[in-house]
């Protein structure tokens, strides 16, 4: 169970890495989806893009689902904020928090990547559940400074949500005749790798029960860092196709797994804020 939630994890970052593209700046972009593994409901999330007046701020709220939730009762949200460069335009990461919440404890991890010019500083803790006292691990107590990952690798480094918005602008570039190929670094706190974009072209592709016009791009990720073996090996042979609306708002309609993994099928574009749907009406 431990690999398939750390697929489950790769994928999320990758998932939530598919949204290349949104709505023009000053706006905001608010998506729900549903995770679907073999055929099994696994996990929801909802995502939120808000940029405006030269600074951005992003938000994701996941929770698992069916026999993934009775096995894990895993859940997590993440929040970052940062800044929008206009020459060249680019997002400058400034600040990062994910908390997660699992059947044993609390883990929070937090990213401060100000000022960009040096190396990005992150610290993790964790805390027993209220109910669940005995299940806690007291060596993983916390909070604790985390430096797997060289300085030199903490340099101008993006965290996975803010990848989402320097994706979109490196997707309209392409369409505005830039190139069609890009690498941007990650950091998410323990963990340095690379995601190479790619754009694939159109492609018609039946989603759900309708058959959609859609562009094809792919994320490959490359991990560098801070990895331990068996999730080096995950993350090393899991990219992930994006199908991406071709209504001009490109709008990520399904992630699907080139090798294996979760299939990530968008569910609501939402007025405001999406809400994390309940166990029982999925």
Known sequence: MFTNRSRLSAGGVLAVSALLSGPARGEALHLAYEANWGGLHVADFTLSLDQRDGVYENR???????????????????????????????????????????????????????PATLPAQSKTGTQPLPDRPDAWNPRDKGPETLDDVPEAE????????????????????HFAGGPSTWVLKGFDGRRRFDMTLAY????????????????????????????KK????????????????RDGAFVPLQIAPVNHGPVLTLTDICPTECELRDEETN
């Open 60 to 114: 994701l709220r996941l929770e698992t689902r069916g026999v993934t939730r009775y096995f894990s009762n895993f859940s997590m949200t993440a929040e970052g904020q940062g800044r929008i460069d206009a020459h060249p335009a680019s997002h400058v990461a400034g600040h990062y928090r994910t908390e997660y919440l699992n059947a044993k404890h609390f883990r929070w991890l937090d990213i401060v990547f100000t």
């Open 154 to 173: 903490r340099i101008g480094v993006l965290d996975p949500l803010a990848l989402v918005s320097e994706m979109r602008l490196k997707v309209r570039e």
């Open 200 to 227: 694939l072209g159109p492609a018609t592709r039946t989603i759900g029960e309708r058959v959609r016009e859609t562009y094809r791009v792919r994320v490959t990720p490359t991990p560098l860092a801070g990895f």
């Open 230 to 245: 068996r999730h080096e090996e995950i993350w090393k042979s899991s990219p992930y196709d994006f199908y991406l609306s």
